[in-house]
């Protein structure tokens, strides 16, 4: 790993008694979010304070997703916007992270024709911003760091976002290739963590009161195949629900070609896992799987399905769908529309394909209008509202144990959180409920949300 330790002392001294504020905006997955809890965790290190205003901030750092191009020009939108900003404050400081950096046409965008970007630093490289930021403090110019470092650091501690609620990435990278997907492209190859790092991070968290542990990993059901495979993703579950505390663990991403019976039995046998699997199934179709290689067919992921409903026939489910790959045909999209009716998803997560340069599908020749798209988009959205509002009926009476998270934003005195099930449930209260357990009875189901009255607060 490198040793940061001579440049840190050397901002430490530069930085001296003026405590600068930093602001740290992530985009995209909540990966990348985790990692801008480590950039803001170097920060620290070095004497940063936070800010939410890029306007009190001497050193703004944006961490970039590149899944979408809609990402990718909003972030350029904002950096344009910095040229005023850093007119009006020449001392202030911009940093570019993200999965947006690994692309090298863009880090080539970036210097030239961003002026106002100090410097760029690679996903894998958080190691190397304290050397990164040295540079600029001394006025060196603009540089850049996207080499691909192997050694992510274990050592970096994060600056959480929330005191109850907590991602752990437990792999980084992809492997798959779907054919749509930058993801592997930007974020390189499998890696695993250790499961001895990962046990004692959830150890600490729980014991520090964390009642929310969300693992991290764009295809979390192959964890561990790079380490030689004697702790598989199903027995990485078990280890952790046996970690004494009160918390719920979740997980993100499942890929279905690799959803084993062995990890639904894990999900029913462990009482921390929750209840709720997002199972991304992208198309109905199985012509349009093969051609995202996918690796499975709709056939395969309606198994996954069933097998996980003959043993509880109201479990949840979430999904992504891309509406509009290449040629997708309107038979083809009408599969897609008719998987949903039948799985019944609590919740879809739902965008129009997007072409990214580089990936397999950029190359077809694509005949689909852009209007097409948005109607059937539309189409999806109509559709998922009815088969949501339709699937939370099933919760009315029941009690659900809900995380409190915040105050409802569209009603005021409500209180909304997550059900163990990860349904979005609003219900009267106080914030002295925010970051507690709650029983709420469901009395009332809205098309994207139930509403109760909470019955128990626990652990009083
Ligand atoms: N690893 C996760 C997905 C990470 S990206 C998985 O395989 O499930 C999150 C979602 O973004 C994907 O599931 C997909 O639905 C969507 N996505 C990825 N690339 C896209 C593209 N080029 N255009 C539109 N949506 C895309
Ligand atoms: Fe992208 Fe597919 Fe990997 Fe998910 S599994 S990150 S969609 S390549
Ligand atoms: Fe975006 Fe990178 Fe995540 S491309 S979705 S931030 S891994």
Not at 10 to 25: D, F, K, M, N, Q
Not at 246 to 272: Q, T
Not at 397 to 417: C, F, M, N, Q, W
């Amino acid at each position: 790993m490198k040793d940061n330790t001579n440049i840190n002392a050397e901002i430490r001294r530069i930085i001296g008694e003026s405590s600068p504020l930093a602001y740290v905006r992530s985009f995209g997955c909540q990966l990348n979010v985790s990692d801008g809890e480590k950039i803001k965790g170097v920060l620290s290190s070095l004497g940063y304070g936070f800010t939410d205003s890029e306007q009190d901030a001497d050193l703004i750092i944006l961490n970039t997703c590149a899944v979408r191009e809609s990402a990718e020009d909003r972030v350029f939108g904002i950096v344009g916007s910095m040229k005023k900003l850093k007119e009006r404050k020449p001392g202030l400081m911009i940093g570019i992270a993200g999965c947006m950096t690994a692309q090298s046409r863009i880090a080539e965008k970036i210097k030239t024709s961003y002026p106002q970007v100090d410097f760029v630093v690679g996903t894998s490289a958080i190691n190397a911003l304290p050397e990164l930021l040295l540079g600029a403090l001394q006025g060196r110019g603009f540089s850049a760091d996207i080499t691909e470092y192997d050694d992510f650091s274990e050592a970096a501690v994060q600056v959480r976002e929330s005191s109850f609620k907590a991602s752990v990435p437990i792999m980084f990278g992809c492997n798959n290739f779907c054919t749509y997907c930058i993801v592997p492209y930007v974020r390189g190859r499998e890696r695993s963590r250790r499961p001895e790092d990962i046990i004692s991070e959830v150890r600490g968290l729980a014991a520090d009161g964390y009642k929310e542990i969300m693992l991290l990993g764009q295809n979390v059901n192959s964890y561990g195949k790079d380490l030689g495979g004697d702790m598989s993703f199903p027995q990485l579950l078990r280890e952790l629900n046996a970690i004494d505390g009160d918390f719920v663990i979740r997980f993100m991403s499942s890929h279905p070609k690799d959803a084993s019976p062995e990890l639904i039995d894990a999900i029913f046998d462990c009482e921390k896992v929750a209840k709720h699997l997002h199972l991304p199934v992208q198309s109905g179709s199985s012509e349009v799987l093969r051609r995202m290689n996918r690796n499975y067919t709709a056939e395969k992921y309606l198994g996954i399905v069933d097998e996980i409903r003959r043993r509880d026939p109201g479990f949840s489910l979430t999904t992504d769908i891309i509406v509009g790959f290449p040629n997708e045909t309107d038979e083809e999209f009408a599969e897609t529309l008719a998987l949903i009716r039948r799985v019944g998803y609590d919740n879809i997560y739902s965008f129009i394909y997007s072409k990214r340069s580089g990936t397999k599908a950029a190359e077809i020749e694509d005949t689909t209008p852009e209007d097409v798209k948005s109607r059937r988009m539309r189409e999806l959205l109509e559709v998922q509202r009815e088969v949501s509002a339709e699937g939370y009926k099933r919760f009315l009476g029941k009690t659900l144990r809900v995380l409190a998270d915040g105050e409802s934003r569209k009603h005021p005195g409500y209180i909304t959180g997550k059900s163990d099930e990860f349904i979005i449930v609003e219900f009267e209260g106080d914030a002295s409920l925010i970051g507690r357990f709650v029983r709420v009875q469901v009395t009332e189901t809205m098309n994207w949300a139930v509403k109760g009255k909470v019955i128990l607060e626990d652990n009083l």
